[in-house]
């Protein structure tokens, strides 16, 4: 017969068993079910104890689709233990019973925390946080994803500006706990309380979904590399991004100057291109073709005046070569010719297009940020930077002049420490003479890192 198991904390188990089983062997069937020893359960239907565990269930009157409730007995070891008021009385525990308005993990009184410290908070050091994360590429790549904020501290090199962001989100995560457990204490009949326990209730649904799709469908967080192919336009090689949803044809004002065809643009033609964003469109390049492989297509341009990626194939141009995109084989199937050609992988695609690349023009990339806060933790680790200690030299030097004297003197006694023949082969450059002592003070003396370092910053410059 079949026999459904509840606890006093809503827990249901269903069990099978046959009728002539004894009460005792029950409970050891109940034992592996619920987790409590049998010796410290204490089996209840339909209110009344089951006490002889020599009895059958049969004997008790017990049949098929009962009900039986099931509890630890307090302090129980061998027999169920009796109360001196109520000898005829189980001993039952009532502490996992859950009580509106109460935590269901509060069945002992919570030690208390230091004052405006939560009881889950532990104390977290900002520095030692800090190098391991600069220590682990791969936990920086999930907080830049999943905390952006604190991955821009982290990267700045600012211990203190970490430590700030840091101490923020966790004072904003004990506010969060606090409002939680005032809602618990309020009445939960009133509208906000109402509306924060909706809130509660979505989120947890959030998260239950979130971790569904994690289990039964994990490549549906993965992302995707878009559909590029290799062309030419007038010779110049360019990638071309296959977007269907596109209305027309478009290609950037660059593009279009690399490919020497600007001088067709008619500008009668010009206006703003409108989707998710908004762009100006210069004009249109009424006639071109665009080598695919070994064929040769006739498409028309719209120009772009700021536009990150060099052209973009349009639904226009699909539909006029009958173009189907088979993702299966990864390639674009030319419905006039019937020739294939295959997308680019990650590694040929436009670097702006590639996986985990958001980096904005005049930008450091992102192992570019990761080495400058490397270097920079080193540097504070070490106690003071190069440059700190050039600039104590500096000062050294000037103060045992007075008043205006002292000034004009730093320049001098901070030049004196370079030869002065590197410092004019530096110059010879373009570069100016403060720049340059500074870069050489950088380099300890060596010119052809300051020559580099130099070069480098004057790149980098807008």
Same mark, same amino acid.
């Given at each position: 017969?079949?026999?459904?198991?509840?606890?006093?904390?809503?827990? &249901?188990?269903?069990?099978?068993?046959?009728?002539?089983?004894?009460?005792?062997?029950?409970? =050891?069937?109940?034992?592996?079910?619920?987790?409590?020893?049998?010796?410290? +359960?204490?089996?209840?239907?339909?209110?009344?104890?089951?006490?002889?565990?020599?009895?059958?269930? $049969?004997?008790?009157?017990?049949?098929?689709?009962?009900?039986?409730?099931?509890?630890?007995?307090?302090? =129980?070891?061998?027999?169920?233990?009796?109360?001196?008021?109520?000898?005829?009385?189980?001993?039952?525990?009532?502490?996992?019973?859950?009580?509106?308005?109460?935590?269901?993990?509060?069945? !002992?009184?919570?030690?208390?925390?230091?004052?405006?410290?939560?009881?889950?908070?532990?104390?977290?050091?900002?520095?030692?946080?800090?190098?391991?994360?600069?220590?682990?590429?791969?936990?920086?790549?999930?907080?830049?994803?999943?905390?952006?904020?604190?991955?821009?501290?982290?990267?700045?090199?600012?211990?203190?500006?970490?430590?700030?962001?840091?101490?923020?989100?966790?004072?904003?995560?004990?506010?969060?706990?606090?409002?939680?457990?005032?809602?618990?204490?309020? @009445?939960?009949?009133?509208?906000?309380?109402?509306? $924060?326990?909706?809130?509660?209730?979505?989120?947890?649904?959030?998260? %239950? @979904?979130?971790?569904? =799709?994690?289990?039964?469908?994990?490549?549906?967080?993965?992302?995707?590399?878009?559909?590029?192919?290799?062309?030419?336009?007038?010779?110049?090689?360019?990638?071309?991004?296959?977007?269907?949803?596109?209305?027309?044809?478009?290609?950037?004002?660059?593009?279009?100057?690399?490919?020497?065809?600007?001088?067709?643009?008619?500008?009668?033609?010009?206006?703003?291109? $409108?989707?998710?964003?908004?762009?100006?469109?210069?004009?249109?390049?009424?006639?071109?073709?665009?080598?695919?492989?070994?064929?040769?297509?006739?498409?028309?341009?719209?120009?772009?005046?700021?536009?990150?990626?060099?052209?973009?194939?349009?639904?226009?141009?699909?539909?006029?070569?009958?173009?189907?995109?088979?993702?299966?084989?990864?390639?674009?199937?030319?419905?006039?010719?019937?020739?294939? %050609?295959?997308?680019?992988?990650?590694?040929?695609?436009?670097?702006?297009?590639?996986?985990?690349? %958001?980096?904005?023009?005049?930008?450091?990339?992102?192992?570019?940020?990761?080495?400058?806060? &490397?270097?920079?933790? !080193?540097?504070?680790?070490?106690? &003071?930077?190069?440059?700190?200690?050039?600039?104590?030299?500096?000062?050294?030097?000037?103060?045992?002049?007075?008043?205006?004297?002292?000034?004009?003197?730093?320049?001098?006694?901070?030049?004196?420490?370079?030869?002065?023949?590197?410092?004019?082969?530096?110059?010879?450059?373009?570069?100016?003479?403060?720049?340059? +002592?500074?870069?050489?003070?950088?380099?300890?003396?060596?010119?052809?890192?300051?020559?580099? !370092?130099?070069?480098?910053?004057?790149?980098?410059?807008?």
């Amino acid at each position: 017969m079949k026999l459904m198991l509840t606890t006093l904390s809503d827990e &249901l188990f269903n069990i099978e068993v046959a009728d002539d089983i004894e009460l005792l062997n029950f409970k =050891a069937l109940c034992e592996f079910e619920c987790g409590i020893p049998a010796t410290q +359960i204490a089996i209840l239907w339909n209110g009344r104890p089951l006490h002889d565990d020599k009895l059958k269930l $049969k004997d008790y009157g017990i049949g098929d689709g009962e009900m039986l409730l099931i509890q630890r007995i307090q302090g =129980a070891r061998g027999t169920p233990s009796t109360g001196g008021r109520n000898p005829g009385m189980l001993n039952i525990d009532f502490g996992s019973i859950h009580i509106p308005g109460s935590s269901r993990q509060q069945t !002992a009184p919570p030690v208390q925390p230091p004052q405006g410290q939560s009881q889950d908070e532990l104390p977290e050091d900002p520095a030692a946080l800090r190098e391991m994360l600069l220590a682990s590429p791969h936990d920086l790549s999930i907080l830049k994803e999943r905390n952006p904020p604190l991955a821009e501290a982290l990267l700045s090199g600012s211990l203190e500006k970490f430590a700030e962001v840091l101490q923020k989100q966790q004072n904003e995560r004990l506010e969060r706990n606090r409002e939680r457990i005032r809602m618990m204490n309020a @009445n939960p009949f009133d509208p906000d309380v109402q509306k $924060k326990i909706a809130e509660e209730i979505r989120l947890k649904n959030v998260e %239950t @979904n979130m971790e569904t =799709a994690m289990e039964f469908a994990p490549e549906s967080f993965g992302q995707v590399v878009m559909l590029y192919i290799d062309c030419q336009v007038n010779g110049q090689p360019v990638k071309a991004f296959v977007d269907s949803g596109a209305q027309m044809t478009i290609m950037s004002q660059a593009c279009a100057e690399r490919c020497h065809i600007n001088r067709l643009i008619d500008t009668r033609w010009a206006g703003v291109a $409108k989707g998710v964003g908004t762009q100006k469109i210069l004009g249109r390049v009424h006639l071109c073709q665009i080598q695919i492989g070994t064929d040769f297509l006739q498409s028309s341009f719209s120009i772009l005046e700021d536009q990150p990626m060099d052209m973009l194939l349009g639904l226009d141009m699909l539909k006029r070569h009958q173009c189907c995109i088979d993702l299966k084989r990864n390639v674009l199937v030319i419905g006039t010719t019937g020739r294939e %050609t295959p997308f680019l992988g990650e590694g040929d695609v436009p670097e702006h297009a590639r996986l985990n690349r %958001t980096i904005e023009p005049n930008q450091p990339s992102e192992d570019q940020q990761l080495a400058e806060a &490397l270097q920079r933790s !080193a540097q504070e680790a070490a106690g &003071l930077s190069r440059l700190q200690s050039c600039t104590v030299d500096v000062v050294v030097a000037g103060s045992s002049a007075s008043g205006p004297a002292a000034s004009t003197s730093s320049p001098s006694a901070s030049s004196q420490a370079f030869p002065e023949k590197d410092i004019l082969q530096l110059t010879s450059q373009g570069f100016s003479r403060a720049r340059v +002592i500074e870069e050489l003070g950088l380099a300890d003396g060596n010119i052809d890192a300051a020559l580099v !370092a130099l070069l480098t910053k004057a790149f980098q410059m807008p």
